[in-house]
Nanobody
Framework: QVELAESGGGMVQAGGSLKLSCAAS????????MGWFRQGPGKEREFVAG????????RYSDAVKGRFTISRDAAKNMVHLQMNDLKPEDTGVYSC???????????????????????WGQGTQVAVSS
């Protein structure tokens, strides 16, 4: 059973930066595609960024491309999301999730609107003020 735990959320002014982390345990993370999602106030959950653990291939939503960077730390079984130039519309609860298919199909599935997984962290709050 894979367990995920996010950390690093907080409050920041527009233009600032935050770094989120997702610690994975209980599974062979090297076989996973891992992703970050967010849900803003009154909005549906949306894909933010994803990474293929095996080779580091990444995906980003258009809304964060060029501002956010996803990376993995193999030694610590962690995935990070470096968020720069934050905007008020980035406000929301950020959660990490995994797809057990550690290939490009799994990575692409993270980006789909109907993505489903049994593996989610509890989420961490990000608030960006204008």
């Amino acid at each position: 059973q894979v367990e995920l735990a996010e950390s690093g959320g907080g409050m920041v002014q527009a233009g600032g930066s935050l770094k989120l982390s997702c610690a994975a345990s209980g599974g062979t993370v090297s076989r996973f595609a891992m992703g970050w999602f967010r849900q803003g106030p009154g909005k549906e959950r949306e894909f933010v960024a994803g990474i293929l653990w095996s080779d580091g291939e990444t995906r980003y939503s258009d809304a964060v491309k060029g501002r956010f960077t996803i990376s993995r730390d193999a030694a610590k079984n962690m995935v990070h999301l470096q968020m720069n130039d934050l905007k008020p519309e980035d406000t929301g609860v950020y959660s990490c999730s995994v797809d057990p298919r550690g290939d490009r199909n799994g990575l692409n599935y993270l980006t789909m609107w109907d993505y489903h997984s049994d593996y989610w962290g509890q989420g961490t709050q990000v608030a960006v003020s204008s």
